[in-house]
């Protein structure tokens, strides 16, 4: 028997995508303090789990001359619900719908089908698309930057669009659009992932930046001019430089622009010439 716990996952290195099924018991307890197995294997950088499918109790099996019974059956569910699809992908929360559905009437009458259904616990994102054959890459997606946001444009083929504000996890942006053809998003001057999804293809993920300028961690000495659309001055404004303080120690610093944000972290010192030139849009 193989003992794999939440201590051993560190040492997978996995560089492909994985989608784990289980019927193995208290694997996805979420309700608890210490990490279970499927949500360290989830946020592992280097397993390579997208999806894990699994119980936050125990599982029900029944022995004889081969294993069944309720675990196995759900588990059996989701596999058929994903291969007798019509189309080449199906999303993993619709997999594990239809599991639970094809087994409702028992877990009506007979209690370890019950439990299991309660128990058996879908992570990651709901969204992902499970292939069942090998996926086509997707052709280049058509995406114009416009005066408040950018236009997304599919082409003519069926697909799922979503694009989020990249700096906060979409907390100041986040839609989600089916479209054929083309479609405006109202964004703003802002960084934005965008991911476009269509059945049998590899996602398509692209990020757009703004015509904006972070400036994070810097020490400004002598004359400056500072020519952008937008400026965000601050200690924490952008994760791909290192977090610090953004000091304006002597001389002159001018910025034209359309906005300027000064954020926590930004200290102008005692002399410093600070001088902000609005632009009209």
């Known amino acids: 028997m193989i003992n794999f716990n939440i201590y051993d996952v560190s040492s997978i290195k996995n560089p492909y995508w994985t989608v784990i099924s ?3 018991c208290e694997t996805s307890y979420f309700d608890r303090d210490s990490p279970c197995l499927g949500a360290t294997l989830l946020f592992s950088p280097t397993s390579g789990v997208i999806n894990y499918l699994g119980s936050s109790r125990y599982g029900w099996l029944k022995l004889s001359t081969h294993l069944f ?4 059956d759900y588990e059996k569910g989701f596999y058929k619900s994903l291969f007798k699809s019509q189309q080449p992908s199906e999303s993993y929360a619709v997999l594990v719908s239809n599991a639970k559905m ?3 009437e028992k877990a009506y009458n007979e209690g370890s089908y019950r439990w299991v259904l309660y ?3 879908p992570f990651g994102d709901p969204e992902t698309p499970i292939f069942n054959t090998i996926p086509q890459t997707m052709p280049e997606i058509g995406i114009e930057k416009r005066e408040n946001g950018i236009r997304v444009n599919i082409n003519g083929k069926p697909s799922t669009v979503a694009v989020m504000s990249s700096d906060d ?3 100041s942006f986040y839609r989600v659009v089916k479209c054929s053809g083309e479609y405006d998003f109202e964004c703003g001057d802002t960084d934005v992932t965008v991911c476009v999804q ?3 293809y590899i996602p398509y993920v692209v990020e757009v930046k703004a ?4 400036i994070q961690n810097e020490t400004f000495e002598g004359d400056h001019e500072i020519n952008r659309k937008r400026v965000v001055i601050g200690s924490n404004v952008t994760s791909e430089k290192k977090t610090g303080k953004v000091v304006f120690k002597n001389g002159k610093t ?4 359309e906005r300027v944000e000064l954020r926590p972290g930004t200290k102008i010192e005692s002399g410093t010439v600070f001088k902000i030139n609005p632009i009209k849009k």
Request: hydrophobic letters at 35%.
């Open 119 to 121: 128990s058996l616990n």
């Open 69 to 72: 019974g309720a675990s196995l």
């Open 22 to 24: 289980t019927f193995a």
């Open 254 to 257: 001018v910025i034209n622009a």
């Open 102 to 104: 094809e087994y409702l």
């Open 211 to 214: 015509d904006c300028l972070y």
């Open 169 to 171: 996890d979409g907390k």
């Open 198 to 200: 269509r059945p049998g």
